[in-house]
């Protein structure tokens, strides 16, 4: 597969390649060019000169667009998804989804560019008026993680092209492909030549171009904290504007009056979907004592039910950790805490046998009697294992809940609507879900607080993070004599 730098497919400026492994067996799906600073500047330069285009059609223009790339994306669910399940490992039916949902957000900021209102406000002192407009940023580097390659590019581009900018898409160097096709399918939709790029290659090298590059206004990044600190030092230089999404370690707390069924559903849906690799993803699970036997005995039989597999085969419900990195970090994580004591509620690991023992599988995990000092209850456990903590009441729930330096996602089970408010005013996260597991829509901010990042995706919000805000003041005909000079 070749990269896309202003409409055309282009091999990188050196030699070099990555190729692409599919998780689920360890073959190589295909190579994709190892851009190199030279290619991020030439795709830097075209999105450049396509911002003068772009940014210049009216609203109406921008949105047909936005719509015709939604039915494109729509028309070819089927190969992008296939293509996403090898390049990233998930099930199909969850890829499906993922690109759907890619549409899904063009179609929203299509709807709702050209009918943001601005203001118009006479000054305190009467001489005058001032009007709030919105501008264009110019060029935006988003940069892509693996664990959701199409639905955050959707995130970024939909807003950012609504809003008149043009892109620098990285998409990270294990799922570059289904973001590439996406790419060409772009010019189809009438995009001007060059408003979005996607350029493989090292975060190291095409990432840093993004950085340092005095033409690049914005850089819209999802992946984790670390990378999220080198991104605001890197963007420091040229006080570029930021918006990070970062990592999380979303609690969920389930009180006594839950309708437990229901929360057994949501904290496997939460834990297990992506196979636990989600932002937002259910990685700390607090039940209030009187409750607590109940539930693990049903979940404890419903996380058993959950059939690993490669994700192209129908009967899989959850697919193989993305890389044998990331499958060695989970695996460290339940290691350390069981020598700190927790016990196997659903013993997972490793699995052998029909053919799984060559992809980077895992089986659900889920442990109780992890202690507090557990890697796993202060860190971001990005896999299918999941720490059960038993609390004494809704206040120990939230004060557990907030003591990590993460603050992304959370969810809160009761039928009392005065205590799920009470929680959600007081957890610290971007998100609080009532009896749902994280599930994110368009018309709804989302974005963390503390070290899960700042900044809003999606909704209003989302929109508002590609614009500068303009102010024009109009002083009225004959009533600024007052400004005059010298100062008496
Ligand atoms: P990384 O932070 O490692 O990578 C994200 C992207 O940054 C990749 O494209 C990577 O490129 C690039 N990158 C790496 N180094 C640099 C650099 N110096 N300058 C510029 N770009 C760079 O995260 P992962 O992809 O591993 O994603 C997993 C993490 O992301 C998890 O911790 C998860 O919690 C978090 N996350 C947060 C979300 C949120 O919305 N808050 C959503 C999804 C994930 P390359 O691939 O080439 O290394």
């Known amino acids: 597969?070749?990269?896309?730098?202003?409409?055309?497919?282009?091999?990188?400026?050196?030699?070099?390649?990555?190729?692409?492994?599919?998780?689920?067996?360890?073959?190589?799906?295909?190579?994709?060019?190892?851009?190199?600073?030279?290619?991020?500047?030439?795709?830097i330069d075209a999105a450049s000169d396509a911002f003068k285009v772009w940014s210049e059609k009216p609203s109406i223009e921008r949105?047909?667009?936005?719509?015709?790339?939604?039915?494109?994306?729509?028309?070819?669910?089927?190969?992008?998804?296939?293509?996403?399940?090898?390049?990233?490992?998930?099930?199909?039916?969850?890829?499906?989804?993922?690109?759907?949902?890619?549409?899904?957000?063009?179609?929203?900021?299509?709807?709702?560019?050209?009918?943001?209102?601005?203001?118009?406000?006479?000054?305190?002192?009467?001489?005058?008026?001032?009007?709030?407009?919105?501008r264009p940023l110019g060029v935006v580097g988003a940069i892509l993680?693996?664990?959701?390659?199409?639905?955050?590019?959707?995130?970024?581009?939909?807003?950012?092209?609504?809003?008149?900018?043009?892109?620098?898409?990285?998409?990270?160097?294990?799922?570059?492909?289904?973001?590439?096709?996406?790419?060409?399918?772009?010019?189809?939709?009438?995009?001007?030549?060059?408003?979005?790029?996607?350029?493989?290659?090292?975060?190291a090298v095409v990432g840093e171009e993004l950085l340092d590059n005095p033409k690049v206004a914005k850089i819209a990044f999802t992946g984790e904290t670390a990378t999220g600190r080198r991104i605001m030092e890197g963007s420091a230089k040229h006080i570029k504007r930021l918006t990070l999404e970062l990592g999380g370690s979303d609690p969920m707390i389930v009180c006594d009056d839950a309708?437990?069924?229901?929360?057994?559903?949501?904290?496997?849906?939460?834990?297990?979907?992506?196979?636990?690799?989600?932002?937002?993803?259910?990685?700390?699970?607090?039940?209030f004592e009187s409750i607590a036997d109940e539930f693990i005995k049903a979940f404890a039989e419903k996380v058993k039910t959950i059939r690993v597999g490669n994700g192209m085969e129908k009967s899989t419900h959850m697919g193989p950790v993305h890389t044998e990195e990331q499958r060695a970090k989970v695996e460290s994580m339940v290691e350390d805490a069981q020598n700190r004591g927790a016990k196997d509620l659903v013993k997972g690991g490793r699995p052998t046998g029909g053919g799984l023992e060559k992809g980077n599988f895992y089986t659900p995990t889920v442990l109780t009697g992890v202690g507090y000092d557990a890697q796993m209850a202060r860190e971001e456990c990005f896999g299918p294992a999941l720490p059960i903590f038993v609390?004494?009441?809704?206040?120990?729930?939230?004060?557990?809940?907030?003591?990590?330096?993460?603050?992304?996602?959370?969810?809160?089970?009761?039928?009392?609507?005065?205590r799920a408010y009470h929680a959600a005013e007081r957890i610290q996260a971007g998100t609080t879900w009532v009896n749902s597991p994280p599930i994110s829509r368009a018309e709804v901010p989302f974005g963390g607080f503390k070290q899960s990042g700042f900044g809003r995706e999606l909704g209003i919000e989302g929109l508002d993070h590609?614009?500068?805000?303009?102010?024009?003041q109009v002083l009225e005909y004959g009533k600024g004599k007052k400004w005059a000079f010298p100062i008496s």
């Open 391 to 418: 609390v004494k009441d809704l206040e120990e729930g939230i004060e557990r809940a907030n003591d990590t330096p993460y603050g992304l996602g959370s969810s809160v089970w009761t039928k009392d609507v005065e």
């Open 63 to 134: 949105s047909r667009v936005l719509l015709k790339i939604a039915e494109l994306v729509r028309s070819s669910v089927e190969d992008l998804a296939a293509t996403l399940t090898l390049e990233q490992g998930k099930p199909l039916g969850e890829a499906r989804s993922e690109v759907n949902s890619f549409a899904n957000t063009c179609e929203y900021y299509a709807g709702l560019i050209g009918r943001e209102r601005g203001a118009h406000t006479q000054f305190s002192t009467g001489e005058g008026f001032f009007i709030v407009t919105k």
């Open 259 to 287: 309708d437990l069924a229901l929360a057994v559903e949501g904290a496997a849906w939460g834990r297990f979907r992506n196979c636990g690799q989600s932002c937002t993803s259910v990685k700390r699970l607090f039940l």
């Open 1 to 43: 597969m070749k990269m896309l730098i202003q409409g055309q497919l282009e091999d990188a400026q050196g030699a070099g390649v990555i190729q692409v492994a599919n998780p689920a067996t360890g073959e190589v799906v295909d190579s994709v060019p190892k851009g190199t600073r030279e290619d991020a500047k030439r795709a």
């Open 145 to 203: 993680p693996w664990n959701f390659p199409v639905s955050l590019m959707g995130w970024k581009l939909a807003p950012g092209l609504a809003a008149g900018n043009t892109f620098v898409v990285k998409p990270a160097s294990t799922t570059p492909m289904t973001d590439i096709k996406i790419g060409t399918l772009l010019a189809k939709a009438g995009l001007t030549p060059g408003a979005v790029n996607v350029v493989t290659g090292p975060g």
């Open 466 to 472: 590609y614009y500068e805000t303009k102010s024009i």
